[in-house]
Structure formats: C-alpha cells, structure tokens
T-cell receptor
Framework: TQLLEQSPQFLSIQEGENLTVYCNSS?????LQWYRQEPGEGPVLLVTVVTGGEVKKLKRLTFQFGDARKDSSLHITAAQPGDTGLYLC???????????FGTGTRLTIIP | GAVVSQHPSWVICKSGTSVKIECRSLDFQATTMFWYRQFPKQSLMLMAT?????????EQGVEKDKFLINHASLTLSTLTVTSAHPEDSSFYICSARLLSYEQYFGPGTRLTVT
C-alpha cells in the first residue's frame, strides 16, 4: 500500500498569515487531487494536477505538483477563518482507478 | 459541478440489524463508485470499488459478506452493513468517478450501532 504523508499533521495560525501544506510519497502518481473536508461532511474537490511541475491557482490557494510526480504542495496566502478544515491530498497511480489518500492536515485559522 | 448524494445522512441501529446506505450521482453517470470509511480525526480508508453491473472489488481486510455492495445502475450504488456491531460505527462516504481522474464525494453517512 502506497503511503502519502502529509505535513504538518496539525496547523493553527492567525488570520492573514501564509501557510504551506506538503504531500509526499515515494510512489509516482498519474494525477493528484486536493480536497477539503468540513466536520461531518464529505471531502470537496479543490483541484486536480496531472502534469509534473504543474502549478494551479484557486484564488488564494496555489497547488503545485512535483516534477517527478511524487509530491505536491498547497500554499494558502492570507489565510481566512473560512479556510479552516481538513485538507487531504489523494494520488492516483497509472493504470489504477483507486485513489490513495494522504494522512491529512487539520488546519485551524484563528480570527 | 458533479453532485453525489447519500442517504441517509445519519442512522442509529441496534446491534445485529442491517443498514443500507444509498449513494447516487445526481447529474452524471458513474460507471465506477467507491466506498470509504473514516474514523474520527483520521483520513479516508477505501473499502471497495464498485463497477456498474459487476461484483465489487474489496480491499484487503474488508469483509465482503459483511459489507454488501450493489451497483445496479449508472447512478446508484448501495452499501449494506449486515449484522452490524458497535465496532462498525463510523462515517461512511461514497464517491463517484466523473472523468478518468476526477472523483467526487458524497456528504457521508454517520452510522451509530448501539
């Protein structure tokens, strides 16, 4: 079973600060997705990255897929309380329809 | 966007009874649906992959006779927890694949077995 390690596991910062969440693996993925999950709800897809080195921006969120397609990062600029939640990365292997989920990063933005 | 619904959103049942959870893709057809389980403060664990018209593929350690999955149509998959026990209490989430690499999740079903 491939493992996707996310760091940090927990992060609590003040509103307005910047942060980066990392998703690392020893496996190569054909694509990688980032989700945010609120308590008691299902994960909501934020972005999908497919090409090595790809960078995608979603308002204040910047996602990057590593050149070797083994890792990814999520950078949030000027964090807001609405960004609070559990962030999950999930990778898909070549020829495999299953997603492997990361260990998760629980983010709390303090007003 | 792609919408996946689950019903019920929460259910409480007595030990020994069976519970059925439905997962529907509302605005697209999904040949493949997935069932996950999530324990408090943990990530999602894949239980099984469900393909329309064929038997589900279960992950290692998941009892197929206990967690019955039926994917009878392109928009509906069901998970039945048979002879439920308190240790089956968990948050069950389904997802449906829209494109070759995009997966959308339902809102989850909280199962509590007393």
């Amino acid at each position: 079973t491939q493992l996707l390690e996310q760091s940090p596991q927990f992060l609590s910062i003040q509103e307005g600060e910047n942060l980066t969440v990392y998703c690392n693996s020893s496996s190569v993925f054909s694509s990688l997705q980032w989700y945010r999950q609120e308590p008691g709800e299902g994960p909501v897809l934020l972005v999908t990255v497919v090409t090595g080195g790809e960078v995608k921006k979603l308002k204040r969120l910047t996602f990057q897929f590593g050149d070797a397609r083994k890792d990814s990062s999520l950078h949030i600029t000027a964090a807001q309380p609405g960004d609070t939640g559990l962030y999950l990365c999930a990778g898909r292997n070549f020829g495999n329809e299953k997603l492997t989920f990361g260990t998760g990063t629980r983010l709390t933005i303090i007003p | 966007g792609a919408v996946v619904s689950q019903h019920p959103s929460w259910v409480i049942c007595k030990s020994g009874t069976s519970v059925k959870i439905e997962c529907r893709s509302l605005d697209f057809q999904a040949t493949t649906m997935f069932w996950y389980r999530q324990f408090p403060k943990q990530s999602l664990m894949l239980m099984a992959t469900s393909n329309e018209g064929s038997k589900a593929t279960y992950e290692q350690g998941v009892e197929k006779d206990k967690f019955l999955i039926n994917h009878a149509s392109l928009t509906l998959s069901t998970l039945t927890v048979t002879s439920a026990h308190p240790e089956d209490s968990s948050f069950y989430i389904c997802s449906a694949r829209l494109l070759s690499y995009e997966q959308y999740f339902g809102p989850g079903t909280r199962l509590t077995v007393t």
